[in-house]
């Protein structure tokens, strides 16, 4: 099995975790799902997700639902908990052999120890997903599931792999992708004689959702898995979209909020929009939005200045939770140029999503675009306190 594919990952969301010490991830912790009951296929938080949105989606705009657009504050998607597995007795047909991204020839024997490493969490709640979450011996610090509160973490100053703190855990497999490094750190676990496996680089698009579900579970011999988990994660985030455009159509008249994805680190010089290529375009669009960013022909980054975003003008910013907060919250969001000028500044609008669910698209996408919808449509619910 060949994992190879030419792929890039925006550069600004690798080069701005790797420094300054700025965690990627928010300060909340969702409740558990059941943390690891498996359960019916059907039988997943994401129902509950469904059921904490607005009932009166589909009926015209005056029968109750926010006027978004004018709406005024801070909200915050909630994070989600553990991913329910599709089976919790699983037997993986090993060995598995693959010739992985960076064109290795990787032999898989052993999936007792496993260490999946990404920015976003997503190869860990996949692997929890196909019903292997106990293997799980180390994580990075996006990895927020609640089941893995205990399992040490083997990344520092963001997400710059601490070699040795691997080898210590005496891994049988790691799993990783570009999104993360520094290469010497892969090197050295490598040439300690561990397996590692690189998969392909993330690409910020739902339509990758089945098929990097069905790659990692080829890597650890759970094939069958896969498909079934591939299966429901797709299933769901297609039934989300079509929630969230009966949501988004209720709203405003139907008229699509303009929304920016700003990304900033610190009261410094970090501070972007986000374009398409960072999978902004594909957030926004499916919570019934318009990408101003795509709109004026962004496609990776610009500088966040006071002249891009009074030409943007954006009714919604989009940010992450941890990034916000890094700013020093609205009011220090405000004082950057250009900011308090905006629609969105002058309704102090923000919509704040956790850091690894924000522009994440692994088996609980469909939960997570749940979570920001709600915070968008019904950001009473989503206030401040719940951030924390």
């Not at 989606?57 to 978004?68: R, S």
């Not at 599709?86 to 999936?111: F, H, I, K, N, Y």
């Not at 905006?342 to 996408?365: C, E």
Request: glycine residues 12%; contains cysteine.
């Amino acid at each position: 099995m060949s994992l190879r594919r030419s792929r890039t990952i925006p550069s600004l969301l690798l080069a701005a975790a790797l420094v300054g010490g700025g965690s990627l991830t928010a300060c909340g912790v969702g409740a558990s799902n059941g943390s690891g009951s498996a359960g019916d296929a059907d039988e997943t938080s994401f129902d509950a997700a469904m059921d904490d949105l607005p009932a009166d989606t589909g009926l015209p705009a005056d029968t109750g639902l926010p006027a978004a657009a004018s709406t005024k504050g801070v909200s915050y998607a909630p994070y989600v908990g553990d991913v329910s597995p599709v089976s919790d007795d699983v037997s993986p047909s090993l060995p598995t052999s693959v010739t992985d991204a960076d064109g290795r020839d990787v032999t898989v024997d052993s999936v007792d120890r496993i260490v999946p490493l990404d920015i976003s969490g997503e190869l860990s709640r996949t692997v929890a997903g196909l019903g292997l979450r106990d293997n799980i011996v180390g994580r990075s610090v996006s990895s927020m599931e609640p089941s893995l509160k205990d399992v040490p973490v083997v990344t520092q100053g963001g997400h710059s792999i601490n070699a040795e703190a691997v080898l210590n855990l005496h891994p049988t497999l790691v799993l990783l992708n570009h999104s993360i490094g520094p290469d010497d750190a892969v090197d050295q676990i490598r040439n300690a004689g561990v397996p590692v496996v690189m998969l392909e680089d993330p690409e910020f698009t739902d339509g990758k959702i089945g098929e990097d579900i069905r790659t990692t579970a080829g890597v650890l011999g759970l094939a069958d898995e896969g498909e079934k988990l591939a299966s429901r994660a797709t299933d769901e985030y297609d039934r989300a979209k079509d929630k969230v455009s009966e949501l988004a159509g209720a709203a405003d008249g139907g008229k699509p909020l303009r929304m920016a994805f700003l990304y900033a680190r610190g009261d410094g010089g970090v501070f972007y929009i986000l374009g398409p290529d960072s999978g902004t375009a594909t957030l926004i669009e499916s919570l019934g939005g318009t990408d101003v960013a795509k709109e004026n022909g962004i496609t990776d980054m610009t500088p966040a200045n006071a002249e891009a975003l009074a030409k943007m003008n954006p009714d919604v910013l989009v940010m992450m939770s941890g990034g916000l907060e890094s700013t020093g919250g609205i009011d220090g969001l405000l004082s950057k140029p250009g900011v308090a000028q905006t629609t969105a500044g002058q309704h102090r609008r923000i919509l704040a999503i956790p850091d690894s669910q924000a522009l994440s698209f692994g088996p609980q996408s469909g939960e997570m675009l749940l979570g920001a919808a709600a915070a968008l449509y019904a950001p009473d619910d989503h206030r401040e306190a719940t951030a924390s």
